[in-house]
């Protein structure tokens, strides 16, 4: 079946670095997706990554690896706006995407 | 960058009733829309992949005559809650493909919450 693993919540220090990591299980594999989500908003999208490596866009980088399924989320400097729930999504091969549940993430100052 | 816009954000309605969620793309043609349902704390459910000009395709456990999708145009798609019921109060959220990109990011709407009394 698909499937996708991600931590249920994260707790890191304003300033700090804080990894999520995403583990997936697809039919299939074009690429894999971060979202962010404030509580009560729709999701905002972070990242795309189709190939092994890691991806940096300023304060959030993506990295993927493919053979073993498995991408994570870095979030460097972080601020008290970053407490959000962080979506993992794999995109299959019906080019559709299968949600994990999301990781919220707490910020403490 | 693409826009898709949903309305109405909010809207309270009797059991019983009918309510109409309209989703558009703003300044780009969508042939594919993706209709979700979260509960709180939850992650997105997908209900229905929308198409332009065809029917609805339907996620499994999703009542196709409960939640009509109609993608009458390239930038419009519409849900539907007929006879809503409490336990369809959720929040319900649009997407959308830029063009015909098969990959690529989603652009989503603002969400419309709904509450059945």
């Known amino acids: 079946g698909q499937n996708i693993d991600q931590p249920t919540e994260m707790t890191a220090t304003e300033g700090a670095i804080v990894q999520i990591n995403c583990t997936y299980q697809?039919?299939?594999?074009?690429?894999l997706f971060w979202y962010q989500q404030h509580a009560g908003e729709a999701p905002t999208f972070l990242s795309y990554?189709?190939l092994d490596g890691l991806e940096e866009k300023g304060r959030f980088s993506s990295f993927l690896s493919r053979s073993k399924g498995y991408s994570y989320l870095l979030l460097k400097e972080l601020q008290m706006k970053d407490s959000a729930s962080y979506l993992c999504a794999a995109m299959d091969s019906n080019y559709q995407l299968i949600w994990g549940a999301g990781t919220k993430l707490i910020i403490k100052p | 960058g693409a826009v898709v816009s949903q309305h109405p954000s909010w809207v309270i309605c009797k059991s019983g009733t009918s309510v109409k969620i309209e989703c558009r793309s703003l300044?780009?043609?969508?042939?594919?829309m993706f209709w979700y349902r979260q509960f709180p704390k939850q992650s997105l459910m997908l209900m229905a992949t929308s198409n332009e000009g065809s029917k609805a395709t339907y996620e499994q456990g999703v009542e196709k005559d409960k939640f009509l999708i109609n993608h009458a145009s390239l930038t419009l798609s519409t849900l539907t809650v007929t006879s809503a019921h409490p336990e369809d109060s959720s929040f319900y959220i649009c997407s959308a493909k830029l063009g015909k990109s098969d990959t690529g990011e989603l652009f989503f709407g603002e969400g419309s919450r709904l509450t059945v009394l």
């Open positions: 697809t039919s299939g594999f074009n690429g």
């Open positions: 300044d780009f043609q969508a042939t594919t």
């Open positions: 990554n189709v």
